[in-house]
Structures are given as C-alpha cells and as structure tokens.
C-alpha cells in the first residue's frame, strides 16, 4: 500500500469524512480545512494519491500559517 503524504486524499473510518491531509507523521494526521484537528493515521485509508502540483501548493499554504497551527510547515521545512 502507498505511504499517505501531504495533500492525499484519504478517508477517516470513525466520520466517514474525506480529507486532504496537511500534515502526517508516523501516528497521526492533520486534514487541511476548517476546524484544525488530529485523527489516527491508522483511521485513515488512502484514496488518491496527489500530483506534484498539488503537493507543492499544500506546502506553500502550510508555511503561510500560523506558527500556532500544528499544520505550520516553517520555512525551510
């Protein structure tokens, strides 16, 4: 099964939800959109994976963020 990165689209079992994810690490996972939150990343089930293009568009809204929003992505990261 393909690794979920930034700006997949997955499925979130518990709500049923589709998200584009903003941030993922190797326990949890941060959809974009409103309101912020964290969900299990093994909750969550790929369904497509995103372009280059999509990717480096989700990049360069996370580092506009605020510092205070977990999904921030600093400069360099």
Not at 2 to 19: G, L, N, Q, S
């Amino acid at each position: 099964m393909d690794k979920i990165e930034i700006a997949d689209t997955v499925h979130h079992k518990p709500t049923a939800e589709d998200w584009v994810v903003a941030r993922v690490n190797e326990t949890h996972l941060w959809p974009a959109g409103w309101p912020p939150g964290r969900a299990n990343l093994a909750d969550c089930e790929l369904l497509e994976k995103a372009t280059d293009a999509q990717r480096e568009e989700m990049l360069r809204n996370l580092r506009k963020m605020p510092a205070s929003d977990e999904r921030h992505l600093p400069p360099n990261g």
